[in-house]
């Protein structure tokens, strides 16, 4: 069972459709910040509960990340009763996203006139592969196609020599991160205004504009100055550097860390065409390569405790699973432990900090149409309040009335 919310979203409820990664992960914040989410699952369920590992069949490590502190019910929408129970939840809702095709939720009868003409002041938010004006607009998304579409793994390539994908579903959660703040500023419209609005957030055009903050360098002009990338990114040499017992990561990067790095370490190719932030940015990968043959020369204890002293920008290269037990992210409280049906389960919390409204990791993630009883009862007690209310109000009418005939 969620914890109530407390958050800054509290009291705002969430009618999600959404499946796999980029909208849950949205909705997963929407819920650590207070928000009650009602998962609207078909009878199969969400398909990312059966990926990877989990306690149970239909829990999945990253169904269980994703979909913390949710409630879920399951609506057959092709059935005329799930139609009708969604339509009495869209109601009683502030937000309705979904991830289907534009198609697929049009056909169902549940595109933005349709809701919003049963609930004018809803946000209604779209989660898309690639956006409806243009043509690529009935092609199916993942987050591989899309790192394709962006330019990731041809970055890559510049880098080491071939084509990969980054090591995390980076268009996926970023996509979902976008689609959180376009809801919320749509949100918070509607407070100031009381008009809902109908939002679009695609994958493709998401991570282009993400790839093109720093790519697009002499390429934003007219004309160009020169290719889109960013010449730093792309040093082939940019890379952790290998010690004498391992590897660090470290940016020697302004002019103030660079004179420190060379008073201290006297390296020998040291010399005046380095000695500026301009010159060594018309030459990084040169620079890149003559710093890497020096950090082989100690170890990574060594450097890390001469960059701490110096302060430059220096880490270990940690793990996945070296994360959980990262002294700074458990001082911080950025791990919260929840118990469910399964034992305990150990989440990244809320990595934001609010002084009066903080989030929280509600509760696990739900077992499929593990609240359609409590939701839909919820329902029909909303309705039968809101028939109640008219009664009332027309008696209160028609005795004023009354009196003054």
């Not at 398909?47 to 057959?76: C, E, H, Q, W």
């Not at 940019?238 to 060379?262: E, V």
Request: hydrophobic share 40%; proline share 7%.
């Amino acid at each position: 069972m969620a914890r109530p919310g407390r958050g800054p979203l509290a009291g705002v409820r969430v009618v999600d459709l959404t499946a796999m990664v980029m909208g849950p992960y949205c909705t997963q914040i929407m819920a650590d910040m207070g928000a009650d989410v009602v998962k609207v699952e078909p009878p199969e369920g969400d398909v990312t509960r059966y990926v990877t590992a989990g306690p149970a069949p239909g829990m999945s490590g990253v169904f269980a990340n994703v979909n913390r502190g949710k409630r879920s019910i399951v609506l057959d929408l092709r059935s005329d009763n799930g139609k009708s129970a969604l339509w009495a939840l869209i109601e009683t809702a502030d937000v309705f996203i979904h991830s289907m095709r534009a198609k697929a939720i049009g056909k169902l009868g549940f595109g933005y006139d349709d809701v919003a003409a049963i609930n004018p002041a809803i946000v209604y938010t779209n989660c898309y592969g690639y956006g409806r004006r243009g043509p690529d607009r009935d092609l199916p998304a993942y987050d591989d196609t899309i790192q394709a579409e962006c330019g990731l793994p041809a970055v890559q390539q510049m880098l080491t020599g071939e084509a990969s994908y980054v090591g995390t579903i980076m268009a996926d959660k970023v996509a979902g991160l976008t689609a959180l703040y376009a809801t919320m500023m749509a949100l918070f419209h509607r407070e100031r205004t009381g008009e809902g609005q109908e939002v679009e957030v695609a994958m493709f055009e998401t991570m282009a504009s993400f790839m093109l903050v720093e790519h697009a360098n002499g390429a934003i002009f007219e004309p160009p100055l020169g290719p889109a990338g960013y010449p730093r990114a792309l040093a082939p040499n940019r890379r952790p550097y290998q010690t004498s017992d391992g590897y660090i990561s470290a940016l020697i990067y302004t002019d103030k860390h660079w004179s420190a790095f060379i008073d201290a370490v006297q390296p020998p190719w040291a010399c005046d065409r380095y000695a500026t932030l301009e010159q060594r940015a018309r030459q990084i990968d040169t620079v890149y390569g003559l710093v890497a043959q020096t950090m082989r020369e100690r170890t990574t204890g060594e450097w890390l405790a001469l960059f701490r002293k110096l302060e430059i920008p220096a880490a270990p290269i940690r793990t996945p699973d070296a994360l959980f037990d990262d002294p700074h992210l458990n001082a911080v409280g950025l791990f919260e432990t929840v118990e469910s049906p399964y034992g305990r389960m150990r989440f990244p919390g809320v990595p934001t900090w609010f002084s009066h409204t903080p989030g929280r990791v509600r509760g696990p993630a739900p077992e499929l149409g593990a609240h359609t009883a409590e939701v839909l009862e919820e329902i029909s007690a909303s309705r039968r309040k809101s028939a109640r209310d008219a009664v009332e109000k027309g008696a209160f009418v028609s005795a004023r009335q009354g009196k003054e005939r």
